[in-house]
């Protein structure tokens, strides 16, 4: 593509809902009160190559001030199937006194191990965190990190070394935010062509 042929976009609003991009999709889990919340996030990432993992959030949400009151958080990462779960998981709470999304107590999860909060059950990988920084500033939105305690994959998602990547993706594939607002299923990869002798 040549670049004299692009289109500049509009800074006065967020590039990220003038085009696509490509983004995990996380459901992230806290407690509140004395019940449990879960959110789906896009904006998620592994925070350099040691065992921390990063959101976005707002103070907005009551993610935010459940992190901060209880120090930890869940991370589900949902199969292809449990796309319908996941996106219960951004029913709007309920009005009145509970501040808890009742849709909750109807979804398939498991109690964390190492942390008090909620895993959905429909995950390839799952993390248990404790809060390690929350860095505010971004507009509204602040990253929230933490330092990964414990971790779960389902045994057909783990890398073996004597099983094809291809065929093992194919088989079992990994659903994925296409934002804003679509989704897909990647089963179809290819190797990545490093340089030779590349090192990270």
């Known amino acids: 593509m040549k670049t004299e042929t692009f ?8 590039v990220w809902g003038q085009t696509f991009v490509v983004a995990p999709l996380v459901v ?5 009160g004395d019940r449990y919340d879960m959110a789906p996030k896009h904006m998620a990432t592994p925070m350099g190559f040691d065992n921390f993992f990063g959101f976005v959030c707002t103070p907005d949400h009551s993610t935010y001030h459940n992190v901060i009151k209880h120090k930890s958080f869940t991370v ?26 009742p849709v909750i107590n109807a979804l398939p999860t498991v109690k964390a191990k190492k942390v008090d ?26 990253l929230i990190t933490g330092t990964i305690k414990a971790a779960y994959v389902a045994p057909e998602y783990m890398k073996q070394s004597d099983l094809d990547e291809q065929e093992q993706l194919r088989n079992n594939g990994l659903l994925t ?9 990647i089963r179809d990869t290819l190797n990545f062509p ?7």
């Open 7 to 14: 289109i500049q976009l509009d800074l006065s609003l967020p």
């Open 28 to 32: 992230i889990g806290t407690k509140e």
């Open 76 to 101: 589900s990462f949902p199969i292809p199937e449990g796309i319908t779960v996941t996106s219960l998981t951004a029913t709007p709470r309920s009005s009145g006194l509970s501040k808890v999304k």
């Open 117 to 142: 909060a909620l895993l959905l059950e429909d995950a390839y990988l799952q993390l248990e965190c404790a809060l390690f920084k929350i860095i505010d500033g971004f507009g509204k939105n602040s």
């Open 177 to 185: 935010y296409i934002a804003p607002g679509r989704f897909s299923v």
């Open 194 to 200: 490093f340089p030779k002798d590349f090192r990270r």
